[in-house]
């Protein structure tokens, strides 16, 4: 269980420095946006090809992972349902809202969580993929759709994916991960060098947004916000947790795995997101952080109930 708080200390440092280095005016204003086109056209994508081409493609098919799919998309339907016809969102809004209360930490948070709270981080492989494979190029098909950036032909919308940096680098993993293809250390190791930049780079883009912005959870869109945070925190890590364990009749470190990667806060991805469209920056921004403080006591209340 300490190891497990020691993860969250750890992250909550960096996004702490990037809040500083914003408070001071350390690196000029716009300095959020540039981080943030960093991790996304180049770090991001560097650090997910060597995560999907490291994991077993084999945990795919897991009980485990099945159970994360089914908490996603309950997650996200809820807040679709909720959102849309009972709070009025719609448009860009609506999709970003629905990606803050489903789209997982996975990368960032939830490696070296699951490294501390099970041994290892297998059972994020298939998020990952779900996530990067699926979900990113459908949400940004929408996103494109709805912001008007490109054209709306029909050969944009079936290039929209390919043309996503992100899903390139999952899908380059993929490849090398099922064909057991590794690359010369010449090519690696520059690779490695940048996907180390992802993590420590978004945190510290998300810390400098900080700078300025009203107390979390008390804006107009306190509605939308909260919606996600409880369905994200609370509703799926208590939808896996039935599941894995009354339908799939997992235990031990496979059940606490599959309910820890479903109990993950919003990932700051999503952030990055909301800032490359220019749309529900606040309520995203509030979401990662909301989620990613109610979650610290869930998953330490789950590890110590299940281990």
């Given at each position: 269980m300490g190891a497990v708080l020691t993860g969250f200390a750890?992250?909550?440092?960096?996004?702490?420095?990037?809040?500083?280095?914003?408070?001071?005016e350390v690196l000029g204003k716009g300095a959020d946006l540039v981080l943030s086109r960093l991790t996304f056209f180049a770090a991001t994508p560097a650090l997910m090809f060597l995560t999907v081409a490291g994991a077993d493609v084999t945990d795919i098919f897991s009980a485990g992972a099945?159970?994360?799919?089914?908490?996603?998309?309950?997650?996200?339907?809820?807040?679709?349902v909720v959102a849309r016809f009972l709070l009025g969102r719609r448009g860009a809004e609506l999709t970003l809202g629905t990606l803050s209360a489903s789209y997982v930490n996975a990368g960032n948070l939830g490696i070296p969580i699951l490294v501390f709270a099970v041994g290892d981080?297998?059972?994020?492989?298939?998020?990952?993929?779900?996530?990067?494979?699926?979900?990113?190029?459908?949400?940004?098909?929408?996103?494109?759709?709805?912001t008007?950036?490109?054209?709306?032909?029909?050969?944009?919308?079936?290039?929209?994916?390919?043309?996503?940096?992100?899903v390139i680098g999952v899908a380059l993993g993929l490849l090398f991960s099922v064909t057991g293809w590794r690359l010369p250390d010449v090519v690696l190791a520059p690779i490695e060098l940048v996907a180390a930049m992802a993590v420590p780079t978004m945190l510290v883009a998300f810390g400098?947004?900080?700078?300025?912005?009203?107390?979390?959870?008390?804006?107009?869109?306190?509605?939308?916000?909260?919606?996600?945070?409880?369905l994200k925190t609370l509703l799926a890590p208590a939808v896996a947790y039935v599941l894995a364990w009354k339908v799939m009749g997992l235990s031990g470190?496979?059940?606490?795995?599959?309910?820890?990667?479903?109990?993950?806060p919003t990932a700051q991805n999503v952030f990055v997101y909301a800032m490359r469209y220019g749309r529900a920056v606040p309520l995203v921004r509030?979401?990662?952080?909301?989620?990613?403080?109610?979650?610290?006591?869930?998953?330490?209340?789950f590890a110590g109930a299940l281990t």
């Open positions: 750890t992250l909550a440092v960096i996004v702490v420095l990037g809040y500083l280095l914003g408070r001071f099945l159970v994360n799919v089914v908490t996603v998309v309950v997650a996200a339907l809820g807040y679709v981080a297998a059972a994020i492989a298939p998020i990952v993929l779900l996530q990067l494979l699926v979900m990113v190029p459908v949400s940004f098909t929408v996103l494109d759709l709805q008007g950036r490109r054209g709306t032909s029909l050969g944009h919308v079936l290039l929209t994916p390919v043309r996503n940096p992100l400098l947004s900080l700078r300025g912005a009203p107390l979390p959870g008390t804006g107009a869109g306190r509605g939308p916000l909260w919606l996600a945070v409880g470190p496979d059940l606490l795995g599959t309910v820890v990667v479903a109990a993950l509030d979401a990662v952080l909301l989620s990613t403080l109610v979650c610290i006591p869930v998953v330490v209340a």
